[in-house]
T-cell receptor, first 112, second 113 residues
Framework: QQQVKQSPQSLIVQKGGISIINCAYENTAFDYFPWYQQFPGKGPALLIA?????SEKKEGRFTISFNKSAKQFSLHIMDSQPGDSATYFCAARTGTASKLTFGTGTRLQVTL | NAGVTQTPKFRILKIGQSMTLQCTQD?????MYWYRQDPGMGLKLIYY???????DKGEVPNGYNVSRSTTEDFPLRLELAAPSQTSVYFC??????FGDGYTFGSGTRLTVV
């Protein structure tokens, strides 16, 4: 069964700190790795994504690091803000129908 | 642009009842998906469609059915509701382009009692 394993389940970070969420996958057929951000009562929204031929992608305070040989990727949130408090999901795509397999989510709380 | 619209937002069903969750997108996306989200479990794919008239099962299809008669609409049918179907249901759509993310609806919270 295709799986994407995500950790930690929850994370508390002080304002201005770095939040790090990790994911690992097994299926080498995955070809696209997005991260989604979800606020309570809302649907997930695409945050940032990376292809496996790139080792790092940065968009503002958000960075994805990708290690193809280890089959791991991570999300780094620099200068974390209270407004970043949300649940974050990693995902991996496979197949002609662009199906996504999601991790189990990380609930991030950024404290003042 | 409305994006992906799901109705209803909330629903309580009794065991054995049936209902249809509606999903409409106005972005002319070919691909549409239904996921369910349970606490600590992430999102699990129920059914998906790559175009009008074409649907296929995802990871957890039992107890559900779908149809795709138009590009815009992708309803999810629950037959004989069971407590195990208590969940939050999300519809999503995507264009066929490489690297395009999903656009999700705001979800339907379903409780089966």
């Amino acid at each position: 069964q295709q799986q994407v394993k995500q950790s930690p389940q929850s994370l508390i970070v002080q304002k201005g700190g770095i939040s790090i969420i990790n994911c690992a996958y097994e299926n080498t057929a995955f070809d696209y790795f997005p991260w989604y951000q979800q606020f309570p009562g809302k649907g997930p929204a695409l945050l940032i994504a990376i292809r496996p031929d790139v080792s790092e992608k940065k968009e503002g305070r958000f960075t994805i690091s990708f290690n193809k040989s280890a089959k791991q990727f991570s999300l780094h949130i620099m200068d974390s803000q209270p407004g970043d408090s949300a649940t974050y999901f990693c995902a991996a795509r496979t197949g002609t129908a662009s199906k996504l397999t999601f991790g189990t989510g990380t609930r991030l709380q950024v404290t003042l | 642009n409305a994006g992906v619209t799901q109705t209803p937002k909330f629903r309580i069903l009794k065991i054995g009842q049936s209902m249809t969750l509606q999903c409409t997108q106005d972005m002319n996306h070919n691909y549409m998906y239904w996921y369910r989200q349970d606490p600590g479990m992430g999102l699990k794919l129920i059914y998906y469609s790559v175009g009008a008239g074409i649907t296929d099962k995802g990871e957890v299809p039992n107890g559900y059915n779908v149809s795709r008669s138009t590009t815009e609409d992708f309803p999810l049918r629950l037959e004989l509701a069971a407590p195990s179907q208590t969940s939050v249901y999300f519809c999503a759509s995507s264009s066929a382009g490489f690297g395009d993310g999903y656009t999700f609806g705001s979800g339907t919270r379903l409780t089966v009692v």
